[in-house]
């Protein structure tokens, strides 16, 4: 925190790489712990080469802005710069979505064998345009259906090694799960929230496999409530010094809750490099976050 204070928030870069190498590298499965092989100087390059990005869309919409100031009718350059402005950042999604994950999941390593993500910005603009569209269109209720079929679109596009993940899911169900969660956290003044969570996490984990065999989550509400309300109470009376405590707290919580019902076939699995995976998406993710903060 302090050197990203003093060097004016890029040392955020090295910061969170070294968070997730720490979570990664105390993350043990099957008596081996994963690793992160990220380094904060290619996140800095790839938020500098979207920041290079971002200016240069800018600059482009500006002038457009400019010369349509001469045509004579009111507003009409001020429109059609809010709608540019929109479409460029509907399109960024699905580069941010698919480039991120690439990223991610290639400097992810498990057993000297590196995760993978072989999703296409095409495929993933194509299920956000129609998920974006028709939640907005029926006020929200799409949004269960939206959310299953990105899922299972980014979950089986992931992999390990040469072995995809394999999910299943039903828009339908999900829409039960939200709408019993969005009328019981009102009827319990937000209480019910962590029950709610802990039928997102359980279902989402319950529905993914690996070589065929299912995940297995059993959270509880319960717990979630609890570790919640401790995490906050550490946070609250050490004036926020226990942050990282009460982070790594949750994340076991969460963690551990998450099993396989089968022992993974090794011996079938393969190296699969990904050479097309760089953090420029991750920049732009980091830039919109950074954006987000200053307007807020």
């Known amino acids: ?34 690793s992160f092989h990220g380094t904060g100087k290619e996140r800095f390059i790839g938020f500098l080469k979207a920041l290079g990005i ?12 400019t010369i349509l100031a001469y045509i004579p009718i009111p507003y009409f350059g001020m429109i059609v710069g809010y709608l540019l402005t929109l479409g460029v950042v509907l399109a960024l999604v699905p580069i941010i979505v698919v480039g991120g994950r690439k990223y991610l999941t290639s400097r992810t390593g498990y057993r000297n ?29 799409y949004y269960p259906w939206f959310f299953a079929e990105k ?49 997102i996490q359980n279902y989402i984990w319950n529905r993914t496999s690996f070589q065929g065999k299912k995940f297995r989550s059993d959270i509880t509400g319960g717990k979630i409530f609890v570790n919640f309300l401790i995490a906050y109470l550490i ?14 707290r949750l994340t076991k919580l969460f963690i551990e809750s998450v099993s396989l019902e089968a022992e993974v076939d090794f011996s079938t699995i393969s ?9 420029t998406a991750e920049g732009l993710e980091a830039l919109a976050e950074t954006l987000e903060a200053f307007l807020s």
């Open 1 to 34: 925190m302090f050197l990203t204070v003093v060097t004016l928030g890029i040392y955020s870069f090295w910061a969170r790489t070294n968070v997730q190498k720490f979570m990664a590298e105390n993350l043990e499965w099957a008596g081996e712990r994963f």
């Open 54 to 65: 971002f200016i240069v869309l800018y600059i482009g919409i500006y002038i457009i802005q």
């Open 113 to 141: 064998l590196r995760f993978g993500f072989d999703g296409k910005i095409l495929e993933v603009a194509k299920i956000y345009g129609k998920g974006i569209l028709l939640t907005i269109i029926t006020l929200g209720i």
């Open 151 to 199: 899922e299972a679109y980014i979950q089986s596009k992931t992999r390990y090694g040469n072995t995809n993940f394999g999910f299943s899911a039903e828009g339908k169900e999900i829409f039960f799960l939200y709408l019993k969660g969005f009328l019981l956290s009102i009827v319990t003044l937000g209480i019910y929230y962590s029950w709610f969570l802990a039928d």
């Open 235 to 248: 946070i609250l009376f050490t004036l926020g010094i226990g942050f990282a405590w009460a982070v790594v």
């Open 271 to 279: 190296a699969q490099p990904d050479a097309t995976a760089n953090a």
